[in-house]
């Protein structure tokens, strides 16, 4: 059974930075893409990064050039640093991947922007 644990999430001022981080267990980590999806209160899930198993990133517009994502393939974790916050940031962030065509989503963390 997969299981993603994300944490890390919390209360920050803008243009304060944040690391999340979203451990995975159940699958063989490295031949997965990992992403990372946030949903806002009233708004639909939106896509902020993906890094697939051959190394690539690519990002939402929302977050480019303010968010990136890593991986550390030997501890089944991804990151997602997000520096100058704003509160348009504020929203649950969710890990994703799909295994065995299905869709996976971590139980999501909370990030709060305000001043």
């Known amino acids: 059974q997969v299981q993603l644990v994300e944490s890390g999430g919390g209360f920050v001022q803008p243009g304060g930075s944040l690391r999340l981080s979203c451990t995975a267990s159940g699958i063989i980590f490295s031949t997965h893409a990992m992403a990372w999806y946030r949903q806002a209160p009233g708004k639909e899930r939106q896509f902020l990064a993906v890094?697939?198993?051959?190394?690539?990133?690519n990002y939402g517009d929302s977050v480019k050039g303010r968010f990136t994502i890593s991986r550390d393939n030997a501890k089944s974790t991804v990151y997602l640093q997000m520096n100058n916050l704003k509160p348009e940031d504020t929203a649950v962030y969710y890990c994703?991947?799909?295994?065995?065509?299905?869709?996976?989503w971590g139980q999501g963390t909370q990030v709060t922007v305000s001043a």
């Open positions: 994703f991947t799909r295994w065995r065509e299905n869709d996976c």
């Open positions: 890094f697939t198993s051959g190394g690539t990133t």
